[in-house]
């Protein structure tokens, strides 16, 4: 299972990013797709999933209420919308998937699908 996230950059406190996590369908079907952060020093954090089931949500407290996750099956693609970004969300973003129920804590070891990080640099 192989997947790509992409949609990182940067952008100044107060601003918004998309990312987007590109999975194959089996994962989009199958598994509970999360996204995983990782600032410099510190462990790679869950953040959010998104259960192939049903479709529940799951996120962290540091993200809630600015951040929402969501899928689009049709385009094989996870979304993660972040908005009123703050300097302490930058950070590597991963996007993972398996066979795991979507809920707390988002653990990075219940994982063994990544794709690559793209970074987001909140900044003025």
């Known amino acids: 299972v192989q997947l790509q996230a992409s949609g990182g950059g940067l952008v100044q406190p107060g601003g918004s990013l998309r990312l987007s996590c590109a999975a194959p369908?089996?994962?989009?079907?199958?598994?509970?797709i999360s996204w995983f952060r990782q600032a410099p020093g510190k462990e790679r954090e869950g953040i959010s999933c998104?259960?192939?089931?049903?479709?529940?949500?799951y996120y962290t407290d540091s993200v809630k209420g600015r951040f929402t996750i969501s899928r689009d099956k049709s385009k094989n693609t996870v979304y993660l919308q972040m908005n009123s970004l703050k300097p302490e969300d930058t950070a590597v973003y991963y996007c993972?998937?398996?066979?795991?129920?979507?809920?707390?804590?988002?653990?990075?070891?219940?994982?063994?699908?990544w794709g690559q990080g793209t970074q987001v640099t909140v900044s003025s």
């Open positions: 998104i259960s192939s089931r049903d479709g529940t949500t």
């Open positions: 369908e089996v994962a989009l079907t199958y598994h509970t």
């Open positions: 993972a998937s398996d066979a795991v129920l979507c809920m707390a804590p988002i653990l990075v070891s219940e994982y063994d699908h």
